[in-house]
């Protein structure tokens, strides 16, 4: 079945299976018994395709009627029974099913009376389509009449607009109604309408953060347990992405496969395959060696400081700029973490005034020898407060993998529940504003799990946004804040 990953593949496969049933005698016995395996499954009716934006879908059968539920295949129009085998009234029914595909909802005639519809009324069995959409939360309500009413996030909040809206306009116009207003009058009336519209807004908003901060100071408490679980259990694998896709980069004429994890506006976790070569891990990994130091963190004051929460050495590379048009390989590499992290999000990001590549490496010798395991404990690269980008700020990050541990060493997202694996050559990036300027609340808050065997290098390279030739990134404090801004009062 995971061969089969388009409807022009299914066709072609069972194509094939038609010439294996007029030819069956030319083949040996175990490819005889294999062809017929793959043939029978193909033969199924219901084969459903896996691919698209997954969604949830739930129908509820409101109807008064027991209620099939089809999908319908996109290219042969045949109804697969996704029911099992029927939702009776009064029930619900949860689907898994991706953005686009299409369900028809077809009346069961009646298990006393034989027959379809209501009293007095045509006898046919009536239907309904609904077509999954890109939005979440979406519900079915299958009412009276096998009618569909398809619902969802934003569905429901245009509604609540709307009856906010009618409420008010109901309001002014008893006001009006039956009165000879002034012109000064009417003006009064249409203001305490506004007012009201701006209350009644103003209610629900608050009912809807107070909600979402209650909903994120739970994922927040479970993401700290989940954290230590997915360390400590080495045999966790990676979370899969959400999405695949390709970059192309025309500049090198390569194409790179991209997992996309998170996509979100304002923070985007993103794993590319392949991203960085054996050639320009060694030419880091040389250039590092005489300036490794140990690692830092920011400071209250805007300074840095060694602290417990990270572990590890690493040392800053300056780009050799002048180099790229010859090939170095280091030049090479940062030009292409530019180019994608512009092609991801927009930013317009530029090479001048950015801070160094960082050669960070992770032993788990230490570890070994009784000591703490290296390790950076969740922190995050930026501001992740929801705020406004403070100019000259962190807006992004890239992180490649040139030597991998035996033990240890993944990268995790506790807040977003992605735990990555590493692997060579591939590169995890994230970013954590969003197009409005406004910063991430915490979805790029990361860690890495401490190293307990082997050592483990990567290269990265973080990015602000604000800087250039003349604002070089050491223009600012570790808090943000402009050295000759400082103490201008």
């Given at each position: ?6 409807n022009k593949t299914l066709q072609r496969l069972r194509k094939c299976c038609v010439l294996y049933k007029d030819n069956f005698m030319m083949y040996s016995l175990a490819a005889a018994s294999k062809a017929a395996v793959l043939c029978t499954f193909l033969a199924m009716p219901n ?339 929801g705020l406004k980008h403070k100019d000259g700020g962190r807006v992004a990050t890239m992180v490649m993998y040139c030597k991998i541990p035996d033990e240890g060493g993944a990268t995790q997202f506790r807040n977003s529940g992605i735990h990555i694996k590493p692997k060579f050559g ?64």
């Open positions: 079945a995971s061969v089969v990953r388009s084969i459903v395709l896996s691919q698209g934006v997954g969604r949830t879908i739930q129908f509820v059968n409101e109807s008064g009627k027991r209620i099939e539920v089809h999908w319908i295949h996109p290219d042969t129009g045949e109804m697969v029974l996704q029911s099992s085998p029927f939702i009776f009234n009064g029930a619900t029914f949860e689907l898994n099913s991706y953005v686009g595909h299409t369900f028809q909802l077809r009346e069961l005639p009646g298990k006393r009376s034989g027959v379809c519809g209501d009293a007095g009324e045509d006898m046919a069995c009536r239907t309904d389509m609904v077509t999954v959409s890109e939005n979440d939360e979406q519900v079915v309500l299958i009412k009276k009449g096998v009618v569909a009413i398809h619902e969802d996030d934003k569905t429901r909040a245009r509604d609540t607009t709307e009856e906010l809206m009618a409420y008010c306009r109901e309001s002014a116009k008893n006001k009006l109604q039956g009165s000879n207003l002034t012109g000064e009058a009417t003006t009064k009336v249409l203001d305490e309408m506004a007012e009201c519209v701006e209350e009644s807004v103003a209610k629900k908003l608050a009912e809807a953060n107070e909600e979402v901060v209650f909903q994120a100071k739970i994922r927040k408490e479970i993401a700290a347990k989940w954290e230590n679980y997915t360390c400590a259990d080495l045999e966790v694998e990676s979370s899969e992405p959400k999405e695949k896709s390709v970059w192309v980069n025309r500049k090198e004429y390569r194409r790179y496969t991209v997992g996309k994890f998170l996509d979100r506006d304002e923070a985007k976790i993103h794993v590319i395959e392949n991203f960085i070569t054996a050639e320009e891990c060694e030419a880091m990994e040389s250039a590092a060696e005489p300036r490794l130091h140990r690692a830092s963190v920011a400071d209250e004051s805007g300074g840095s400081k060694f602290s417990a929460a990270r572990k590890a050495m690493q040392a800053g590379i300056k780009v050799r700029w002048e180099l790229e048009d010859k090939g170095n390989p280091i030049a090479v590499l940062s030009r292409r973490v530019y180019d994608y992290t512009n092609y991801a999000t927009g930013y317009g990001l530029e090479e001048f005034g950015q801070e160094d590549l960082m050669s960070i490496q992770y032993f788990g010798r230490n570890y070994e020898s009784g000591e703490e395991p290296d390790r950076y404990t969740p922190h995050c690269d930026g501001d992740c407060n591939m590169a995890t990036f994230f970013s954590y504003m969003g197009s409005d300027g406004i910063m991430d609340t915490g979805f790029t808050e990361h860690s890495g799990c401490p190293v307990t065997k082997g050592d483990k290098k990567i290269v990265t390279q973080w990015m602000r946004y604000g800087v250039d030739k003349d604002n070089h990134w050491t223009s600012w404090n570790t808090m943000g804040v402009k050295h000759s801004e400082a103490y201008n009062d």
